[in-house]
C-alpha cells in the first residue's frame, strides 16, 4: 500500500492541529509547518505518541520560499504529495475607519498570498505524480458573507474563494483538485482574539461577541476543530474525486448559499 503524504500549514494548533490530527487518523504521513515552534514541538510529540508519522517545519506561510522549501521537505522525506491544506491564516478585527496599510498587507500576505505560494508549490510537485493532487484551503463563512469590524479579513477570505476557483480551472488538466472548507465559529485562539478585540470596541463583556455571533447556529454549539477535520478529511479522499473550485461551508448552519 502506497502511503500518502500530506501538508497542513498552521497545523500545529486551532484548527489545523484537528486537521492534521484527523489526516493522520486516515493513514496519512504529515509535514506539519507553522510560525510557532513551541507548538510544533508539542504537537509532534503528541502525534508520535498516537501513532502518527510526522516530520514538522517552522515556517511563515506568507514567504513564498518558506512555502517552496515546505513542499520539497515533504516530497525528500516522503517521496510524494498528495494532498496540501492551507489553513494558517489571521484575523484582523478593526472599525473600518481604523484600517491601515501595514494591517492591510500582513492580513493579506498571510491569508492571501499564502495561498498562491502554497498553491504554486505544491501542484509543481503534483503535476509530475500519478493520482490526483488534493489542495484544500482555509476559507470562512466571511468567504461568502462580510461582516463589520471584518472588513479585511472578509475581504481575503472572499480571496481564497476566488483562487479556489482559478486554481481549479488551471490545475484540473494535471489532476488536481482545489477546494475550500468555510467554518463558521470556532473557539479556537483566534477566536479568543476577535472576541477579546469586539469587547473593547463594543463594550462587551469577555465571551458576550463569541456568544452572540454563535447564539443562531442551527446546530445549536460552537464548532469543533474535529468538524473541520472531518470535511478536509472528504476533501482529502477519493470520495470527493468529482469535486473541484468549491468553497463548503461547514457551519453549523449560519450561512446559506
Ligand atoms: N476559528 C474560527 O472560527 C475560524 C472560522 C473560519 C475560518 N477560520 C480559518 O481557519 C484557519 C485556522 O484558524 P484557527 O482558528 O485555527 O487559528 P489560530 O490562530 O487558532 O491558529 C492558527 C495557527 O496558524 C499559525 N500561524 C499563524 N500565522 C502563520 C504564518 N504566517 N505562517 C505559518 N503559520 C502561521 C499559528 O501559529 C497557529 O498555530 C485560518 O485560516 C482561519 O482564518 C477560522
Same mark, same amino acid.
Given at each position: 500500500?502506497?502511503?500518502?503524504?500530506?501538508?497542513?500549514?498552521?497545523?500545529?494548533?486551532?484548527?489545523?492541529?484537528?486537521?492534521?490530527? #484527523?489526516?493522520?487518523?486516515?493513514?496519512?504521513?504529515?509535514?506539519?509547518?507553522?510560525?510557532?515552534?513551541?507548538?510544533?514541538?508539542?504537537?509532534?510529540?503528541?502525534?508520535?505518541?498516537?501513532?502518527?508519522?510526522?516530520?514538522?517545519?517552522?515556517?511563515?506561510?506568507?514567504?513564498?520560499?518558506?512555502?517552496?522549501?515546505? &513542499?520539497?521537505?515533504?516530497?525528500?522525506?516522503?517521496?510524494?504529495?498528495?494532498?496540501?491544506?492551507?489553513?494558517?491564516?489571521?484575523?484582523?478585527?478593526?472599525?473600518?475607519?481604523?484600517?491601515?496599510?501595514?494591517?492591510?498587507?500582513?492580513?493579506?500576505?498571510?491569508?492571501?498570498?499564502?495561498?498562491?505560494?502554497?498553491?504554486? &508549490?505544491?501542484?509543481?510537485?503534483?503535476?509530475?505524480?500519478?493520482?490526483?493532487?488534493?489542495?484544500? %484551503?482555509?476559507?470562512?463563512? &466571511?468567504?461568502?458573507?462580510?461582516?463589520?469590524?471584518?472588513?479585511?479579513?472578509?475581504?481575503?477570505?472572499?480571496?481564497?474563494?476566488?483562487?479556489?476557483?482559478? &486554481?481549479?480551472?488551471?490545475?484540473?488538466?494535471? %489532476?488536481? #483538485?482545489? %477546494?475550500?472548507?468555510? +467554518?463558521?465559529?470556532?473557539?479556537?485562539?483566534?477566536?479568543?482574539?476577535?472576541?477579546?478585540?469586539?469587547?473593547?470596541?463594543?463594550?462587551?463583556? +469577555?465571551?458576550?461577541?463569541?456568544?452572540?455571533?454563535?447564539?443562531?447556529?442551527?446546530?445549536?454549539?460552537?464548532?469543533?476543530?474535529?468538524?473541520?477535520? %472531518?470535511?478536509?478529511?472528504?476533501?482529502?479522499?477519493?470520495?470527493?474525486?468529482?469535486?473541484?473550485?468549491?468553497?463548503?461551508?461547514?457551519?453549523?448552519?449560519?450561512?446559506? #448559499?
Amino acid at each position: 500500500m502506497v502511503h500518502k503524504v500530506a501538508v497542513v500549514t498552521g497545523g500545529a494548533s486551532g484548527l489545523g492541529k484537528g486537521i492534521a490530527e #484527523r489526516l493522520g487518523k486516515d493513514g496519512f504521513k504529515l509535514v506539519i509547518s507553522d510560525v510557532n515552534q513551541k507548538f510544533l514541538d508539542d504537537t509532534q510529540k503528541e502525534f508520535i505518541n498516537k501513532g502518527y508519522e510526522v516530520i514538522t517545519l517552522k515556517g511563515d506561510v506568507s514567504i513564498q520560499k518558506d512555502q517552496q522549501l515546505l &513542499a520539497q521537505t515533504a516530497l525528500n522525506n516522503f517521496g510524494r504529495l498528495d494532498v496540501w491544506v492551507n489553513n494558517a491564516g489571521i484575523e484582523s478585527v478593526v472599525p473600518f475607519s481604523d484600517i491601515t496599510q501595514e494591517q492591510l498587507e500582513k492580513v493579506f500576505a498571510i491569508d492571501v498570498f499564502s495561498v498562491v505560494y502554497g498553491i504554486q &508549490a505544491a501542484a509543481e510537485i503534483m503535476k509530475t505524480q500519478d493520482g490526483i493532487g488534493k489542495i484544500i %484551503n482555509a476559507c470562512s463563512i &466571511a468567504g461568502h458573507e462580510s461582516y463589520e469590524m471584518l472588513a479585511t479579513y472578509s475581504a481575503a477570505k472572499h480571496a481564497v474563494r476566488s483562487l479556489t476557483v482559478a &486554481a481549479a480551472k488551471e490545475y484540473a488538466k494535471h %489532476n488536481i #483538485r482545489v %477546494n475550500s472548507y468555510c +467554518p463558521g465559529v470556532a473557539a479556537t485562539s483566534m477566536w479568543d482574539r476577535v472576541d477579546a478585540a469586539m469587547a473593547k470596541e463594543y463594550g462587551w463583556q +469577555p465571551g458576550e461577541a463569541l456568544q452572540k455571533f454563535s447564539a443562531g447556529i442551527l446546530c445549536g454549539r460552537t464548532e469543533e476543530p474535529a468538524d473541520v477535520g %472531518n470535511i478536509v478529511s472528504f476533501l482529502a479522499s477519493s470520495d470527493s474525486d468529482y469535486i473541484t473550485g468549491q468553497s463548503i461551508l461547514v457551519d453549523g448552519g449560519m450561512v446559506f #448559499r
